[in-house]
C-alpha cells in the first residue's frame, strides 16, 4: 500500500466505520481515511477530495436505494475507483456491480487479509472479487441488456434519470443542474430513447430493475 493515500469508507453504520479505519491504520503506509455516514456524506466527501484514491461503499447507504448510488457516484467522480462492501455477496450482485462500473466487490465478512487484498488490487488498476467467485449469467437477459442501455447514457444523462428517480420535476432537476428547463427535457427525451420506454414512469421503472439489491 502505497504512502499518502486517501480512502473514502462510506457505510451508515458507525461501528463498522470504526472497524474498518482501525484495520487499515494497521496496514503499511497507513492511508487517511474520511468517513461517510449517508450518500450525502458520500458526495460531499468525494467532491472535497477529488484526489482520493478509493471509494469503498456501502450498498445500503440512506439516502439512496441500492445500486442507484454506484451509478450517480460514478456518472459524478468517473475517476474515483469504486469497491463495493456489502453483506449481500450472492454471485448476481457482485456480477451487476461489476457490470454497472465497481472496480471490485468485497464481502463484509472477509478478515483483514482480504480487506488489504482488495485494496492494494483495485487501487492498482485491477478488478477484485472474492474467492471462487465466477462471473456468468447471474441475471436475466432483460437485466443484462437493461444494464447495456444504462452504459449508453451520457455522465448528465444518467444524473438526471436519477433525479427522476427521486421524484424530481424537471425545473428542480434544471435547477440542481445549472441548466435551462428545456436541456433537462431534451435529456429526458434521450433517455426515454435509450432505454426504449415511452415515458419517464417507465424510464424509472426500469431503473428500478437494476437497482434493487437482493433482501
Same mark, same amino acid.
Given at each position: 500500500?502505497?504512502?499518502?493515500? @486517501?480512502?473514502?469508507?462510506?457505510?451508515?453504520?458507525?461501528?463498522?466505520?470504526?472497524?474498518?479505519?482501525?484495520?487499515?491504520?494497521?496496514?503499511? #503506509?497507513?492511508?487517511?481515511?474520511?468517513? &461517510?455516514?449517508?450518500?450525502?456524506?458520500?458526495?460531499? &466527501?468525494?467532491?472535497? =477530495?477529488?484526489?482520493?484514491?478509493?471509494?469503498?461503499?456501502?450498498?445500503?447507504?440512506?439516502?439512496?436505494?441500492?445500486?442507484?448510488?454506484?451509478?450517480?457516484?460514478? @456518472? !459524478?467522480?468517473?475517476?474515483?475507483?469504486?469497491?463495493?462492501?456489502?453483506? =449481500?455477496? !450472492?454471485?448476481? @450482485?457482485? +456480477?451487476?456491480?461489476? %457490470?454497472? #462500473?465497481?472496480?471490485?466487490?468485497?464481502?463484509?465478512?472477509?478478515?483483514?487479509?482480504?480487506?488489504?487484498?482488495?485494496?492494494?488490487?483495485?487501487?492498482?488498476? =485491477?478488478?477484485?472479487?472474492?474467492?471462487?467467485?465466477?462471473?456468468?449469467?447471474?441475471?436475466?437477459?432483460?437485466?443484462? %441488456?437493461?444494464?447495456?442501455?444504462?452504459?449508453?447514457? +451520457?455522465?448528465?444523462?444518467?444524473?438526471?434519470? &436519477?433525479?427522476?428517480?427521486? #421524484?424530481?420535476?424537471?425545473?428542480?432537476?434544471?435547477?440542481?443542474?445549472?441548466?435551462?428547463?428545456?436541456?433537462?427535457?431534451?435529456?429526458?427525451?434521450?433517455?426515454?430513447?435509450?432505454?426504449?420506454?415511452?415515458?419517464?414512469?417507465?424510464?424509472?421503472?426500469?431503473?428500478?430493475?437494476? +437497482?434493487?439489491?437482493? &433482501?
Amino acid at each position: 500500500m502505497a504512502m499518502g493515500m @486517501t480512502i473514502i469508507v462510506a457505510d451508515d453504520h458507525p461501528l463498522f466505520r470504526g472497524a474498518m479505519r482501525q484495520a487499515l491504520a494497521a496496514m503499511p #503506509g497507513a492511508p487517511d481515511i474520511v468517513e &461517510a455516514g449517508d450518500f450525502a456524506a458520500v458526495r460531499e &466527501a468525494a467532491a472535497r =477530495h477529488p484526489d482520493a484514491d478509493l471509494l469503498m461503499l456501502d450498498l445500503t447507504m440512506p439516502g439512496i436505494s441500492g445500486f442507484s448510488g454506484l451509478i450517480v457516484l460514478r @456518472t !459524478e467522480f468517473p475517476s474515483l475507483p469504486i469497491l463495493i462492501v456489502s453483506a =449481500h455477496d !450472492e454471485p448476481a @450482485t457482485i +456480477t451487476r456491480a461489476i %457490470d454497472l #462500473g465497481a472496480c471490485g466487490f468485497l464481502s463484509k465478512s472477509a478478515g483483514i487479509e482480504d480487506i488489504r487484498r482488495a485494496i492494494d488490487t483495485v487501487i492498482a488498476g =485491477h478488478l477484485y472479487t472474492p474467492d471462487g467467485f465466477r462471473r456468468g449469467m447471474s441475471h436475466e437477459p432483460d437485466v443484462a %441488456d437493461l444494464i447495456q442501455r444504462l452504459n449508453t447514457l +451520457t455522465p448528465q444523462q444518467s444524473r438526471v434519470l &436519477a433525479m427522476l428517480a427521486e #421524484g424530481l420535476l424537471n425545473k428542480q432537476i434544471a435547477y440542481e443542474l445549472g441548466v435551462s428547463e428545456a436541456t433537462i427535457k431534451a435529456h429526458v427525451s434521450a433517455i426515454l430513447l435509450k432505454l426504449n420506454v415511452d415515458s419517464r414512469t417507465q424510464a424509472v421503472i426500469q431503473l428500478g430493475k437494476v +437497482t434493487a439489491v437482493a &433482501a
